[in-house]
């Protein structure tokens, strides 16, 4: 069995679908993580639990998703060692997303939290593979593998599109897209 090396938290379970990004990118790579409901609101007292803790644990990284006013990803990093990346989630309540994407950015000195863009739940996967991939070259080469795949399917892209010309880009493209929905 792996061992558990990030921790994905998020203030509910609405923020699930967007926080799966970043587990479903870390199953991909077969990093041990876990996922779990850490509300700073609604459950104060497990979330400095689990923040002062979670080193003792073998936890390395931790992805904090929340929305509207977003204080986990801060109040964890005010109270953790670890490196924290924030995820900030458009919630239904929300000001367009902007509430959470600055309550997690605009930390005080001496508390960072590093923050992916507005429901990014992959890139915050990315980013915790890459700290991971720091110091484990078999993680380090799964990084470099899916960026690979990233500028192949670019690539794929302008080919696709120089040889054709827009106007059918554009007409397969959508397409592809009906046939899929």
Known sequence: MKPIEIAIIMGSDSDLPIMRQAADLLQSMDIGFELTIVSAHRTPERMFEFAKTAH???????????GGAAHLPGMVASLSPLPVI??????SNSIDGWDSILSILQMPNGVPVATVALNAGQNAG??????????????????????????????RKFEKLEKQGFEKYLVDRDKTRFEKE
Not at 56 to 66: L, M, T, Y
Not at 86 to 91: A, F, L, Q, T
């Open 56 to 66: 003792q644990r073998g936890i390395k990284v931790i992805i904090a998703g929340a």
């Open 86 to 91: 924030g995820v900030p989630i458009k919630s």
């Open 126 to 155: 990315i980013l915790a593979a890459q700290i991971i991939g720091c110091q484990q070259p078999a993680v380090q080469e799964k990084i470099v593998a899916f960026k690979q795949s990233l500028e192949n399917s670019v690539r």
